[in-house]
């Protein structure tokens, strides 16, 4: 019978079903492939203390992928999301703010503001507030940590009165700054990671 198939241009059934099965497990394979090999928000490296000439920074939103369309596993531009989140000091109207408790960095449309201890623990008081584009238009929201922050902070003086760090905080909560109504993104934390390098303190000649 499967001879006469052949003879006669048609696929046997069973042969149908092996090639749509192997087909489908070929496409399975490519697209764990590509989860595993594509990142849309890979880490930028951070700054190397000392290595700066003047105050700089870098501020980075890793989105899980979870919150991205396909699961990340595509260009998010090609869906209409922000390629990336990110700003730094190079960015219009950069500037900061740094005492011995707090760290304000802001560029742009972004707003980065960090409380911690002595300890060098990052307190509930943090918030990040920068623009993207969520639900087909651009929007400004702002995120803040759980009341037990999950994240870390390096802190360190380079020369007297600079300092440089890095930092990396989860941000599970995320609203309208303007009406603090949720928005229902994203399904699990973003991560807020960013370093600095050659900040003056405010408070400098108390040192």
């Not at 001879?3 to 489908?24: L, M, N």
């Not at 496409?27 to 849309?40: H, S, T």
Request: proline share 8%; glycine share 8%.
């Amino acid at each position: 019978m499967i001879e006469e198939d052949r003879k006669a241009g048609r696929w046997p059934r069973q042969s149908v079903f092996t090639w749509i099965a192997g087909s489908f497990a070929v496409l399975v394979l490519l697209l764990l492939l590509q989860f595993q090999l594509y990142r849309p928000d890979d880490r930028n490296p951070g700054i190397v203390p000392g290595s700066s000439s003047s105050p700089s920074f870098q501020l980075q939103i890793i989105r899980p992928r979870a919150g991205l369309p396909l699961a990340g596993i595509a260009p998010p531009e090609l869906f209409g999301v922000d390629a990336k989140l990110e700003v730094s000091s190079l960015s219009n109207d950069a500037r900061y703010s740094l005492s011995k408790d707090s760290l304000d960095l802001a560029a742009g449309d972004w707003e980065v503001h960090l409380e911690f201890d002595g300890d060098g623990n990052l307190l509930s008081g943090c918030f990040a507030e920068f623009p993207l584009i969520f639900e087909n238009e651009r929007q400004r929201i702002r995120c803040a940590p759980a009341d037990s922050p999950i994240g870390r902070w390096h802190f360190s003086r380079v020369k007297q009165g600079e300092y440089s760090g890095s930092f990396e905080l989860e941000l599970p909560h995320a609203v309208h700054p303007n009406t603090n109504a949720g928005i229902g993104w994203p399904p699990r934390p973003l991560v807020l990671v960013g370093s600095f390098d050659r900040l003056t303190r405010d408070d400098a000649s108390q040192e």
